[in-house]
């Protein structure tokens, strides 16, 4: 740690200063009612800490120039489906909506319509500016509606007027970059049969010259879905499907989107994803992407919709709030009493072991399960004392693996000798302090969907050890947000979000016996690196989902820097675990992980923006 760790960034005063107003002043107070003094002060860290690349640099680089978009506009597309944009409108400002229809008339690709429902015809600017544009561009059509009928009917009304095999929603203050379409359509001729799309987005100031919070997004993630509508913006929907939806309903003003979402994933063959920038949404006083107290009644209407589609999946869930405004915890009952052997493999160690032990026994809130303790060549006397003691605890087991070290062959030879129908894998040195974790990971492993889970893992000073691998860090694979204060929840709150993942640690990981079974267990070419990974990898390629839960934390004693490679059969070892990595997994390393983002680091393990040609990463 030090003056490079990249969690303990001074305030940009600057920035705060820069931002002040009797509004934002306002803002600061309800926040601060809301979170308490403590929790206000790490998320002002948060929002206003040094960027290691600053976005609007980053931006300006990564826009398309001229020349690019020239270029796109040339594309001769095998497939040229029309796409209607629906923009529902109501007493817009006028430059706002000239800038937003502007941006549609941008477009390189040039096979759209615009379907404006007017719910404020008694303005006259509004009105007089629909007809100007109307006039001049045979694409854009708007409807007057009798009257108002709220965003869901407005919508709904400009649903209708759409004749495109697609349809986008584009709010009627907000922006699209000028290669939204093309990049929609070049998805679609790679992937026909993608029924919902969507983009990435950022946000922009209200006069559209600072742009600010991207929100770079992974491939279609269902526990995120039921964490956050992190779906959001530019959202593209094949309009049979939206036809079957029936669009938007009443009662879910707030949320309309986010219920849509979920009514059209359900039905959906495929969901698309554009990891690309291709969205702007604008921010003002009245807005939700700058105010989110400024429409409680939004986050409600969130909860139900999360609530109606658990229902309509028949998936058992206790839908709540979090702190942060319009993110969602969903917690799965545990069913029945199913039996979990809880694999522990050992080699001395006695304190730590105890340590272990007497969390399971006693801080434990869920009372079936075996422990297999798997002894693994240990030498101490006071190791095989404390073995004699536990010879009466009904729950322990021990077993004795006599061959060399090999996390895989240790962790596969207890999987045999297991009762359970879940086999919990656990690490000699981690320490229980909530009791409720393992109903946490149990309710959510016995979901069908799901074929692995795992735990938020903190080192003892409080720090994130663990939440969740993604593929391609430091090369291979690397877990998210190390070193990060626990308290603090991460970009766009990540660390702290129930959420589908390329893989867990197996320092703590929970799995169905039956899926373990099925797929070979633990590849004992792999003895001590990337196992876990690779096991992961495998339960994602057999349409099982692996998830990291936040809400199950426990304490792993393992030291930030783990033993050295210091001998020249370790490096050896190490290098041929990197390389059956690299080639039973070539694919997805080049093509990147999905439940991350392309325009990320690989470097920084805290979704710090990756550098683009010519740009740096910030030092120190």
Same mark, same amino acid.
Request: net charge neutral; with cysteine; hydrophobic share 35%.
């Given at each position: 740690?030090? &003056? ?5 960034? &001074?305030? =940009? ?15 600061? !107070? ?20 040094? +960027? ?61 319509? @615009?379907?404006?429902? /007017? ?12 007809? %100007? ?7 854009? =059509? #708007?409807?007057?509606?009798? +009257?108002?009928? $709220? ?12 004749? $495109? ?8 203050? *907000? ?20 029924? !919902? ?65 979920? =009514? ?59 702190? *942060? ?22 080699? *001395?160690?006695?304190?730590? @072991? ?12 869920? #009372? ?8 693994? /060549? ?40 297991? =009762? ?10 981690? +320490?229980?302090? %909530?009791?409720?974790?393992? /109903? ?15 735990? &938020? ?32 929840? $991460? ?34 070419? @792999? ?25 199950? !934390? ?16 370790? !490096? ?15 694919? @997805? ?7 991350? /983002? ?20 910030? &030092?120190?």
């Amino acid at each position: 740690m030090g &003056k490079n760790d990249p969690w303990m960034g &001074k305030i =940009r005063w600057t920035k705060v200063l820069h931002k002040l107003s009797p509004y934002t002043i306002l803002k600061g !107070v309800r926040y601060l009612r809301h979170y308490g003094p403590k929790e206000f002060w790490i998320r002002l860290h948060e929002r206003f800490e040094p +960027e290691e690349i600053p976005y609007e640099l980053w931006y300006e680089a990564y826009r398309p120039d001229e020349k690019t978009l020239d270029k796109q506009r040339k594309k001769d597309f095998r497939i040229r489906p029309l796409i209607s944009i629906a923009v529902p409108v109501y007493r817009t400002p006028e430059t706002f909506l000239r800038q937003m229809i502007e941006s549609v008339q941008a477009q390189t690709y040039t096979n759209w319509e @615009l379907c404006i429902a /007017n719910g404020s015809p008694e303005d006259g600017t509004v009105s007089k500016v629909l007809a %100007e544009y109307e006039a001049r561009d045979k694409r854009i =059509r #708007h409807q007057d509606l009798a +009257e108002n009928e $709220g965003i869901a009917g407005n919508t709904n009304a400009a649903f209708a007027m759409a004749q $495109g095999d697609f349809v986008g929603l584009l709010d009627h203050d *907000d922006l699209l970059a000028p290669n939204a379409l093309f990049e929609i359509v070049s998805l679609l001729e790679r992937e026909k049969d993608c029924d !919902v799309i969507y983009t990435d987005e950022d946000k922009v100031t209200m006069d559209a010259k600072e742009h600010f919070q991207p929100h770079f997004k992974p491939d279609f993630n269902l526990d995120l879905l039921r964490s956050n509508n992190y779906i959001c913006h530019f959202l593209v929907i094949r309009r049979s499907l939206l036809a079957r939806t029936g669009g938007f309903r009443a009662g879910f003003d707030g949320a309309q989107d986010h219920d849509l979402i979920f =009514r059209c994933v359900e039905k959906a063959g495929k969901v698309g994803h554009v990891p690309e920038i291709l969205y702007h949404w604008r921010t003002h006083r009245a807005s939700t992407a700058d105010n989110p107290n400024s429409k409680m009644y939004a986050y409600e209407a969130g909860k139900r919709a999360i609530e109606e589609h658990l229902e309509r999946t028949g998936v058992k869930g206790e839908v709540s709030h979090t702190k *942060d405004y319009g993110f969602y915890r969903v917690k799965y009952p545990v069913r029945g009493e199913p039996l979990v052997s809880i694999l522990i493999p050992n080699k *001395d160690e006695t304190e730590t @072991l105890r340590n272990c032990i007497d969390g399971l026994l006693h801080r434990t809130a869920y #009372h079936n399960f075996e422990i297999l303790l798997i002894e693994n /060549n240990s030498t101490s006397k006071e190791i095989f004392r404390y073995y004699r003691s536990l010879r009466n605890e009904p729950k322990i087991r021990l077993l004795r693996y006599k061959g060399p070290f090999n996390y895989s062959a240790i962790n596969n030879f207890g999987a045999a000798k297991a =009762r359970g129908e879940f086999l919990l894998f656990l690490n000699n040195d981690i +320490e229980i302090k %909530e009791e409720d974790w393992l /109903n946490e990971m149990l309710g959510t492993c016995q979901r069908p969907d799901v074929g692995a889970i795992g735990a &938020k893992l903190l080192y003892p000073d409080g720090k994130i050890q663990h939440a969740g691998i993604v593929i391609g860090i430091g090369g291979i694979a690397g877990s998210m947000f190390v070193d990060m204060p626990g308290e603090r929840t $991460g970009y766009l709150h990540k660390a702290s979000l129930m959420q589908d993942m390329s893989a867990v640690t197996a320092a703590c990981m929970l799995m169905k016996r039956d899926v373990f079974e099925r797929l070979g267990g633990f590849t004992e070419e @792999l003895a001590v690196a990337f196992n876990d990974v690779d096991l992961c990898l495998r339960v994602n390629r057999a349409g099982l989902r692996v998830v990291y839960d936040p809400y199950a !934390v426990l304490y792993h004693l393992e030291s930030r820097t783990r033993g050295a490679e210091d001998s020249k059969a370790k !490096v050896r070892r190490f290098q041929n675990e990197i390389e059956y990595m690299r080639c039973n997994w070539i694919d @997805l390393l080049k093509k990147g992980d999905p439940y991350y /983002n392309k325009n990320l680091s690989l470097t920084k393990w805290n979704y710090s923006l990756r550098p683009l040609p010519g740009m740096g990463e910030k &030092k120190g």
